[in-house]
C-alpha cells in the first residue's frame, strides 16, 4: 500500500465502500472506518444535517438509509494528499436521486477517519449554468411573446396576489437573500419579506463605524463573487449597497417594508398562512414551505434593570445605536464587552465622548490580524487562493471537521494566539480586563458555534481599553439605573447621558411566539448552539447547530441565517430540502434532533 | 532546434530578443521578425494602439522608441503550443515604466510572425487587488475619521463641485461604464454623464424585443463577471439592469439625467470646459481630460426623404423606436435591412402588425448559431473555458490577430457558413432578399469593424422574410414620402401609417460639431473603420480602428465605445493612457494617425 499514490489508496477505499454499499454489505463497509470515525452528511443519505460519530452510529444510518439512497459512482477528483499519515481526498458520487461531493480523511491504517458528503443537485433538478443556461433570446420568433422585461414585470405585480410563492422567507438580510438566489436558481417560487425599506439597510442602519469581522474571503455570496478590490473587511455601508445590487441581478421577489404580523400553518390546505403589512397593506400569503431568517443575532436581549424607566438620556439596544453624532460632549455607559460594546465604544471615543465600558463576565478577545493568520487564513485568505482554495473548496474542508472533535483543532491555534499577543493581553488585564479564551481554551470559533457571544475579534479598541481611553468598570452589573446615572453592583455610580445595552441577542425561536404561537416556539425549540455543556450552550451533545438548515420539529418550518459564510454554504442545503419537498421526492429523514430546550 | 520544446523555443528567442533590445541591437532585434510580420502594441512601446506591418515599420518604431521604453524580463508564461508549424506562447516583459503581457507567434523558420505588446500597469499605480487590496476596517482608532458611507456621500456632493474630476466622459453606455470602473481602480477622479436617468436606460428605451446579438462569454465587463446562469443572449432590460448595478458596485459618479450642451477647452487653466445640464440645473465641468463615449451606434442617421414633412404616420429613427404595441393592426414600413430593422421587423410581425421591410442594398446574414460555433466559439464559448481560454485569454487572442490580415482568417469561417446554411440563404434569395459576405468574403466581423453596418445576425427573422410573413422589397429605396404611403423607386407605392428608419448611424465625431465646434469635428476626423478601401471605409490604410481608444489629433480629448467586447478590453488600455498623463509621467506618442476623412 505505502508504494501507491495517495489519489489509488483513496480511489481503493471508495472503490471497496463502493463495492459494499452495492450489495447493501453494512457491516463490510462500516469495517472501513476506524473505531475513531465520524460521517458527516449534509442531506445526501439523511435528509438531514447530522453526524454519525462513530461505527455504531455509522451502522445504524446505513441500516435505515442505505436501500432508499443506494448511492454509487464514488470517484477521487483531483489528487489526494497525504500529510503527516492522513490522506486527504475529494470525491464525487450519486444516490438514487442527487449528486454529491465528498471530502475523505484516512488514517495510515488505510480505515477511514472522518467522511463528508454533500448534496450538490438533485437528478432532473439541475440549476440552469454554464452550457445549460438559457439562451435568453428566443431564436425564431413567435406571435405574442414576452420580453424577459414583460415576464419580469408581471411575476412583481402577480408574486404574492393572484400567484402564491411556494417558500416564503420571513427576513431579508444576508440568508433571507442568500437563500432565495438559490432557489431562484431552483425554479422555487419565493418571497422574501423585510421590514426594512431596502435590501442591505439591516446591515446600513447599525453603527456608523461598523465594518464586517470576518474577511472578504469568507464573506462571498453564492454565484456572484466580490470584486477582486473589495475591502477586507466590508464597511457596513458598502456590504448593504452589495446586498442591494445582489437582490436585483438575482432577480429576487423581495418585498421591503413588510413585516410579517402573523402565521398559522393551514393543515387543510397544506399552505402556511403568513399575514403581511407591505407598506401599510396587509396581504395574505399561503406558501407551502415557510423559512425564518430572522437573523441568528436578530432578537435583542434587554436586560430589565431596576430604575431603567427613569433615566432622562437615551438608552437603547446597540442593534439600535445610531453611531456618536447624537452624543458628542455626554457621558455615555455601554453595558457588555463583546463585538458591539467594543466598537460602539471605540467610535464613541472617536468622537470625544465620555465613554465607560461595563464588563460583567470574561471576554474572549481575538486581534484580527491573528485570527485571519492563525484560524481562517488556511482557507480564506489570498494564500489559500494560491493554493487552490477557493471558497468552495474552504467551505467544504470547514464543513468537514467533526463538530465534537472541532475544538481540539482550535486549541493549539489559540494557544499560539496567546503567545502572539503575549503583550496585548497582559496589558489589557492590566487595565483589569477579564479574559478568557473559552471553557476548554477553543477561542473564538468555537464560542461563535456554542453560544454566538463572549468575544470581541479586536480591530483597534483593545488599545483603546488598554490604555484607558476607554473607561472600564469590570466583574461588575448595573444595580439600579438612576435619572442621570446608573450605579453599579460594587455600589460606584457612573454619570451617564447614553445607555447602550451591548447585551446580545436571544435564541430565534423567540420570534416565533409572537409571529405563530408560543407552543410553536417550545416546539421548535432553542435555535443554535451544539450541546457542548459550555456556558450558554447546555447538554445532551447534539453534534450539529440546534435546528439551523434542517427539519425542524414543526412540519413545513425552517431556520436560516448565520455569517455570511453559512448563509452562503448552508443555503444550499436548505434550498435543496426545499425543492426536494415541493418536487414531491419522498424525503425520509434520519436523525431527526429533539428539542431539548426551548430557549 | 526541432527536439526542444515549443516553450523553450519561445523562450529562447524571447532571450535573444531581450538580449537585442538590452543592448540596443535594432537590427539584431529586427533580424528575429520573418519577412512576413506584424508587432501589434497597445501603449507599452508606443503610447498609442497601433501595428507595425513590416521588418522597416519594426526598424523605424524601435529606434524612435527603445531608449525611452527599455523593455526587460521577458519571460514565457505558461506552455507554448506549436499547431500547424505555428509556435504560440504567452509571455510577461516589462518597461521601464509598466509591466505587460504579450502572445508571439513563431513560425517553423523560427522567426516571429505576430508580436502583440500590451500594458497591464503602470510601476507605482498598480490596481489594489488581491492581497494589495484595502483593509475597509481601519484597525486602530483615531479621532474624527470618517466611515465609507460618509466619505462615499461626501464625494457624490463635492465631485463637480467644490472638487474637480480629473476626467468627464460624456456618455453613460457600457464604453463610459466600463471605463468608469478602470478609471475608478486607478484611483482617478471621474464623472460620467449620461442623458438617460438610469444606467443601463440606453438599452431599456429600444425596441421590446432586443437582446444581444453577442452572447455572454464575449460580454463581460471588466472585474464582474456574469454569473454562470447568465443567458446566453441578454435581453435588453436585464443586460440595462446589469449596467445598473455594476455602476453602484463600481462606485461610479454617474450623472443621469444630465446632458452635454457645450464645451471648450481653456488653454490657459489646462483643462476643459464642460457645460451640463443636470437635470435641470446648469454645471460647468472641469476636466483635464475629456472622453466622448456616445456610442458608435448613437449619431443616428436619417435619410432626408422628399415630403417627409407630409407624412401623419408615425416616423422615427429605429433608435426610438418603442416596439410594435402603438401600431397594432397598422401598416409598417421599415427603411434598412441589418440587425435593427430585421428585428424590428420580427416584433413588428409577432405583434400582427402588417410589415414591409425596404432593402436598399445587399446584406450580410449570419445564422446565430453557426455563427457563434464557427466564429466565436473559440475563443468565447462553454468549450473555450473548458479548453482554459477565459475572456481575459479569448481577448489577447482576438487583440493579437494584426487588422491586416484578418480577413484572411475569416473568409475560410464564411466559406463554411455559407456551406452550411445554403439552405437558409437560397430561400432568402428566392424571396428576392439580396445577400453578400462583404466586399471580399470576410463576413460579419470584418464588416463591423470597416463599416459598423450590413450585416444581420439571425435570430430569427430570416425566416420571416424567407416565408414572406416579413414582406419585402429589395433593390429599392424610398423616393417620396406621402401622406399615408411610401413611392419606391421602382414607382410602386407602399401603405404606410409607420416608417421605422432603420438606416444606421454617422461617425462619432459628428457629435462634436455641435458639442464643441464643426472645425473640432474635423481636426478630430472619422471614427472607426480600418481604411480598407471597401464599401464605406474608404483608404488608406489605417492599421487600427480609427480614432478609437487612443490619442487624437485633438489634445486631450479621447474616443471611447464598441460593443460590450471592445467596452470592456480597450478600457484598459484608454484608461492607462489617461492615468499616466494625469500622473505625469511622459507619454511620447508613436505613430499617430493622420486624419484622411471628415465623416
Given at each position: 500500500?505505502?508504494?501507491?499514490?495517495?489519489?489509488?489508496?483513496?480511489?481503493?477505499?471508495?472503490?471497496?465502500?463502493?463495492?459494499?454499499?452495492?450489495?447493501?454489505?453494512?457491516?463490510?463497509?462500516?469495517?472501513?472506518?476506524?473505531?475513531?470515525?465520524?460521517?458527516?452528511?449534509?442531506?445526501?443519505?439523511?435528509?438531514?444535517?447530522?453526524?454519525?460519530?462513530?461505527?455504531?452510529?455509522?451502522?445504524?444510518?446505513?441500516?435505515?438509509?442505505?436501500?432508499?439512497?443506494?448511492?454509487?459512482?464514488?470517484?477521487?477528483?483531483?489528487?489526494?494528499?497525504?500529510?503527516?499519515?492522513?490522506?486527504?481526498?475529494?470525491?464525487?458520487?450519486?444516490?438514487?436521486?442527487?449528486?454529491?461531493?465528498?471530502?475523505?480523511?484516512?488514517?495510515?491504517?488505510?480505515?477511514?477517519?472522518?467522511?463528508?458528503?454533500?448534496?450538490?443537485?438533485?437528478?432532473?433538478?439541475?440549476?440552469?449554468?454554464?452550457?445549460?443556461?438559457?439562451?435568453?433570446?428566443?431564436?425564431?420568433?413567435?406571435?405574442?411573446?414576452?420580453?424577459?422585461?414583460?415576464?419580469?414585470?408581471?411575476?412583481?405585480?402577480?408574486?404574492?396576489?393572484?400567484?402564491?410563492?411556494?417558500?416564503?422567507?420571513?427576513?431579508?438580510?444576508?440568508?433571507?437573500?442568500?437563500?432565495?438566489?438559490?432557489?431562484?436558481?431552483?425554479?422555487?417560487?419565493?418571497?422574501?419579506v423585510e421590514k426594512n425599506a431596502r435590501a442591505g439597510d439591516s446591515w446600513?442602519?447599525?453603527?456608523?463605524?461598523?465594518?464586517?469581522?470576518?474577511?472578504?474571503?469568507?464573506?462571498?455570496?453564492?454565484?456572484?463573487?466580490?470584486?477582486?478590490?473589495?475591502?477586507?473587511?466590508?464597511?457596513?455601508?458598502?456590504?448593504?449597497?452589495?446586498?442591494?445590487?445582489?437582490?436585483?441581478?438575482?432577480?429576487?421577489?423581495?418585498?421591503?417594508?413588510?413585516?410579517?404580523?402573523?402565521?398559522?400553518?393551514?393543515?387543510?390546505?397544506?399552505?402556511?398562512?403568513?399575514?403581511?403589512?407591505?407598506?401599510?397593506?396587509?396581504?395574505?400569503?399561503?406558501?407551502?414551505?415557510?423559512?425564518?431568517?430572522?437573523?441568528?443575532?436578530?432578537?435583542?436581549?434587554?436586560?430589565?434593570?431596576?430604575?431603567?424607566?427613569?433615566?432622562?438620556?437615551?438608552?437603547?439596544?446597540?442593534?439600535?445605536?445610531?453611531?456618536?453624532?447624537?452624543?458628542?460632549?455626554?457621558?455615555?455607559?455601554?453595558?457588555?464587552?463583546?463585538?458591539?460594546?467594543?466598537?460602539?465604544?471605540?467610535?464613541?471615543?472617536?468622537?470625544?465622548?465620555?465613554?465607560?465600558?461595563?464588563?460583567?463576565?470574561?471576554?474572549?478577545?481575538?486581534?484580527?490580524?491573528?485570527?485571519?493568520?492563525?484560524?481562517?487564513?488556511?482557507?480564506?485568505?489570498?494564500?489559500?487562493?494560491?493554493?487552490?482554495?477557493?471558497?468552495?473548496?474552504?467551505?467544504?474542508?470547514?464543513?468537514?471537521?467533526?463538530?465534537?472533535?472541532?475544538?481540539?483543532?482550535?486549541?493549539?491555534?489559540?494557544?499560539?494566539?496567546?503567545?502572539?499577543?503575549?503583550?496585548?493581553?497582559?496589558?489589557?488585564?492590566?487595565?483589569?480586563?477579564?479574559?478568557?479564551?473559552?471553557?476548554?481554551?477553543?477561542?473564538?470559533?468555537?464560542?461563535?458555534?456554542?453560544?454566538?457571544?463572549?468575544?470581541?475579534?479586536?480591530?483597534?479598541?483593545?488599545?483603546?481599553?488598554?490604555?484607558?481611553?476607554?473607561?472600564?468598570?469590570?466583574?461588575?452589573?448595573?444595580?439600579?439605573?438612576?435619572?442621570?446615572?446608573?450605579?453599579?453592583?460594587?455600589?460606584?455610580?457612573?454619570?451617564?447621558?447614553?445607555?447602550?445595552?451591548?447585551?446580545?441577542?436571544?435564541?430565534?425561536?423567540?420570534?416565533?411566539?409572537?409571529?405563530?404561537?408560543?407552543?410553536?416556539?417550545?416546539?421548535?425549540?432553542?435555535?443554535?448552539?451544539?450541546?457542548?455543556?459550555?456556558?450558554?450552550?447546555?447538554?445532551?451533545?447534539?453534534?450539529?447547530?440546534?435546528?439551523?438548515?434542517?427539519?425542524?420539529?414543526?412540519?413545513?418550518?425552517?431556520?436560516?441565517?448565520?455569517?455570511?459564510?453559512?448563509?452562503?454554504?448552508y443555503s444550499q442545503f436548505l434550498s435543496l430540502q426545499l425543492k426536494a419537498?415541493?418536487?414531491?421526492?419522498?424525503?425520509?429523514?434520519?436523525?431527526?434532533?429533539?428539542?431539548?430546550?426551548?430557549?
Amino acid at each position: 500500500m505505502s508504494t501507491s499514490t495517495p489519489t489509488a489508496q483513496a480511489q481503493a477505499w471508495l472503490d471497496r465502500f463502493d463495492a459494499a454499499l452495492q450489495r447493501r454489505d453494512i457491516a463490510a463497509a462500516v469495517a472501513l472506518f476506524g473505531p475513531d470515525c465520524y460521517w458527516r452528511d449534509l442531506v445526501s443519505f439523511t435528509w438531514n444535517i447530522c453526524t454519525q460519530e462513530s461505527p455504531a452510529q455509522i451502522r445504524a444510518m446505513l441500516a435505515a438509509r442505505l436501500d432508499d439512497v443506494a448511492p454509487s459512482n464514488w470517484r477521487v477528483t483531483g489528487d489526494a494528499t497525504t500529510t503527516d499519515g492522513v490522506t486527504e481526498a475529494w470525491f464525487s458520487f450519486e444516490t438514487r436521486v442527487s449528486r454529491g461531493k465528498g471530502l475523505l480523511r484516512l488514517k495510515d491504517d488505510g480505515l477511514a477517519w472522518t467522511l463528508l458528503t454533500t448534496m450538490v443537485e438533485l437528478k432532473g433538478f439541475e440549476e440552469k449554468t454554464g452550457e445549460h443556461r438559457v439562451a435568453g433570446a428566443e431564436h425564431g420568433v413567435h406571435k405574442g411573446r414576452k420580453s424577459w422585461g414583460e415576464q419580469r414585470a408581471e411575476e412583481l405585480a402577480t408574486m404574492g396576489y393572484s400567484q402564491q410563492p411556494d417558500v416564503v422567507v420571513i427576513g431579508g438580510g444576508q440568508g433571507g437573500i442568500a437563500l432565495g438566489a438559490r432557489l431562484r436558481r431552483l425554479d422555487v417560487s419565493t418571497i422574501i419579506v423585510e421590514k426594512n425599506a431596502r435590501a442591505g439597510d439591516s446591515w446600513r442602519r447599525r453603527y456608523k463605524s461598523l465594518c464586517l469581522h470576518d474577511p472578504v474571503w469568507y464573506d462571498h455570496l453564492p454565484y456572484l463573487n466580490f470584486p477582486d478590490d473589495w475591502p477586507v473587511f466590508s464597511p457596513k455601508d458598502k456590504i448593504g449597497d452589495w446586498l442591494e445590487a445582489y437582490t436585483k441581478i438575482m432577480e429576487l421577489n423581495y418585498w421591503g417594508s413588510t413585516t410579517a404580523t402573523h402565521c398559522r400553518y393551514d393543515e387543510g390546505a397544506g399552505r402556511w398562512e403568513v399575514v403581511v403589512d407591505r407598506a401599510g397593506q396587509a396581504v395574505t400569503l399561503r406558501p407551502k414551505e415557510l423559512v425564518i431568517a430572522l437573523g441568528v443575532s436578530g432578537y435583542a436581549n434587554v436586560p430589565k434593570i431596576a430604575g431603567a424607566e427613569t433615566f432622562v438620556g437615551d438608552q437603547h439596544h446597540s442593534s439600535k445605536h445610531p453611531g456618536p453624532e447624537p452624543y458628542l460632549g455626554k457621558k455615555a455607559v455601554v453595558l457588555g464587552s463583546n463585538n458591539s460594546a467594543h466598537d460602539i465604544c471605540a467610535a464613541l471615543w472617536e468622537a470625544g465622548v465620555d465613554v465607560t465600558m461595563v464588563q460583567r463576565s470574561s471576554t474572549h478577545i481575538a486581534p484580527s490580524k491573528a485570527l485571519m493568520e492563525l484560524a481562517l487564513g488556511g482557507l480564506y485568505s489570498e494564500q489559500a487562493l494560491k493554493a487552490g482554495i477557493d471558497h468552495h473548496k474552504g467551505d467544504l474542508i470547514f464543513a468537514s471537521v467533526p463538530y465534537k472533535i472541532m475544538h481540539s483543532f482550535h486549541i493549539p491555534v489559540y494557544e499560539e494566539m496567546k503567545r502572539r499577543e503575549a503583550e496585548l493581553y497582559g496589558r489589557l488585564e492590566k487595565a483589569g480586563f477579564m479574559l478568557d479564551f473559552g471553557a476548554d481554551g477553543s477561542g473564538l470559533f468555537m464560542k461563535y458555534l456554542r453560544r454566538g457571544s463572549g468575544y470581541y475579534i479586536d480591530v483597534g479598541a483593545c488599545e483603546l481599553v488598554a490604555n484607558g481611553s476607554i473607561k472600564l468598570k469590570s466583574n461588575v452589573n448595573i444595580e439600579r439605573i438612576n435619572p442621570k446615572s446608573v450605579t453599579l453592583t460594587d455600589g460606584s455610580e457612573l454619570p451617564a447621558d447614553l445607555l447602550v445595552y451591548a447585551t446580545g441577542y436571544g435564541s430565534m425561536n423567540r420570534w416565533l411566539a409572537d409571529l405563530i404561537s408560543p407552543a410553536t416556539a417550545d416546539q421548535l425549540g432553542k435555535v443554535w448552539g451544539l450541546g457542548s455543556d459550555t456556558p450558554k450552550d447546555p447538554g445532551p451533545w447534539e453534534g450539529e447547530l440546534r435546528n439551523m438548515w434542517k427539519p425542524t420539529q414543526v412540519p413545513h418550518l425552517w431556520v436560516h441565517g448565520g455569517n455570511l459564510h453559512q448563509s452562503r454554504h448552508y443555503s444550499q442545503f436548505l434550498s435543496l430540502q426545499l425543492k426536494a419537498r415541493l418536487a414531491g421526492l419522498p424525503t425520509p429523514v434520519y436523525g431527526q434532533a429533539a428539542v431539548h430546550h426551548t430557549s
